[in-house]
T-cell receptor, first 114, second 112 residues
């Protein structure tokens, strides 16, 4: 069966420090991968998605970047965190073979920038 | 960009009652999906309804879709305290290569 792993679960980082959040999927090949951010009490904002290795689409220009170095690995990074980067970061995957599939989400990373 | 918009933002009911949440969207879609999120957790996929479907059931869940009105509803029958969560609709736009766009969600509280 397919599983998605996201870590760490919580993170407190000072302003100006770098960030690296990792997401890996097991049990499937060629998944579509997604990073979303959720501010407190708000909906989900799509940050990045990837349909293949090295293919990244950015939805919101900002202080973050994403990379997909391997088929089932998706990394969210920042060189210098801002206070506004605080939030709940969620990784998700869906089959890459077509539309009409639900997403499977990881358990999320709660990031607090201080 | 905002696509789905849930209504109401918050809903409080008693156990055993039915809960209805609505979602409106703006552009043509391939499908509309509903997700559930317990506090501080990831989202869980509940149900997907395709653009050519009008109604779908899954256990105590009933989803309707009206593409002419660009709206959907999620009905949870015989609610339980364990149904307390936030519920989000998400749309998959017809443009190739796009990802799901989520609404802001409805927070449901079911008291026993």
């Amino acid at each position: 069966s397919q599983t998605i792993h996201q870590w760490p679960a919580t993170l407190v980082q000072p302003v100006g420090s770098p960030l690296s959040l990792e997401c890996t999927v097991e049990g499937t090949s060629n998944p579509n991968l997604y990073w979303y951010r959720q501010a407190a009490g708000r909906g989900l904002q799509l940050l990045f998605y990837s349909v293949g290795i090295g293919q990244i689409s950015s939805e919101v220009p900002q202080n973050l970047s994403a990379s997909r170095p391997q088929d089932r690995q998706f990394i969210l990074s920042s060189k210098k965190l801002l206070l506004s980067d605080s939030g709940f970061y969620l990784c998700a995957w869906a089959p890459g073979t077509g539309i009409n599939y639900g997403y499977t989400f990881g358990s999320g990373t709660r990031l607090t920038v201080v | 960009s905002q696509q789905g918009e849930e209504d109401p933002q918050a809903l409080s009911i008693q156990e055993g009652e039915n809960a209805t949440m609505n979602c409106s969207y703006k552009t043509s879609i391939n499908n509309l999906q509903w997700y559930r999120q317990n506090s501080g957790r990831g989202l869980v996929h509940l149900i997907l309804i395709r653009s050519n479907e009008r109604e779908k059931h899954s256990g105590r869940l009933r989803v309707t879709l009206d593409t002419s009105k660009k709206s959907s509803s999620l009905l949870i029958t015989a609610s339980r305290a364990a149904d307390t969560a936030s519920y989000f609709c998400a749309t998959d736009a017809t443009q190739a290569g796009t990802a799901l766009i989520f609404g802001k969600g409805t927070t449901l509280s079911v008291s026993s």
